[in-house]
């Protein structure tokens, strides 16, 4: 069982829909990430949040709006996506920002954009 | 920039046998972090073994053990006594300032019975 808890599973969306991914830990965990997964490739780290505050954006796209309400929840609010945006939107958290709190990874949100 | 390459896309093994995966990487930092990670069908990241580069002594997890050679920048991973449940993507990754983890393309073990 994973720790690191991300709903919905799969998710279907239109271009012009507004749907947010949501990622829970209850570890105690202060630094949060999304990553993006495309088929066969390695994960692209999208944003890091750490202590609640963003610390890293990837230079993403402004249709991607992450959000950290508190330390166990994460959201990515979604709008106006594109069909390359289809992917795995992995969530993951570790008890800090630094290599020695290795990654938990949720099992990610399969998302398509038609 | 860092970069992390993995040269074997696929592997395979037989059960209980022993395998090695390869990874190199490039860095100008002297104190980072190495991880190797397996991504199963269930899609889920699991961490499988972890390195840190000011120590000397190789990391071992069970049936799982690295070969870090830093001078060289070589991390490989080998796996012994091979399971089927050990059939996955895995992930050789490097940390970079920040908390950022760059990862290599994958190696696609296959564990046949």
Redesign the interface.
Known sequence: DTEVTQTPKHLVMGMTNKKSLKCEQHMGHRAMYWYKQKAKKPPELMFVYSYEKLSINESVPSRFSPECPNSSLLNLHLHALQPEDSALYLCASSPRDRGNSPLHFGNGTRLTVT | AQTVTQSQPEMSVQEAETVTLSCTYDTSESD??L?W?KQPP??????VI?Q?AYKQQNATENRFSVNFQKAAKSFSLKISDSQLGDAA?Y?CAH?TS????T????TQLTVNP
């Not at chain 2, 269930?42 to 961490?47: P, V, W």
């Not at chain 2, 990862?103 to 994958?106: D, I, L, S, Y």
């Open positions: 980072y972090y991880f990670y269930s899609r889920q990241m699991i961490l972890r840190e993507m992930f940390e920040g908390s950022r983890l990862f290599g393309e994958g």
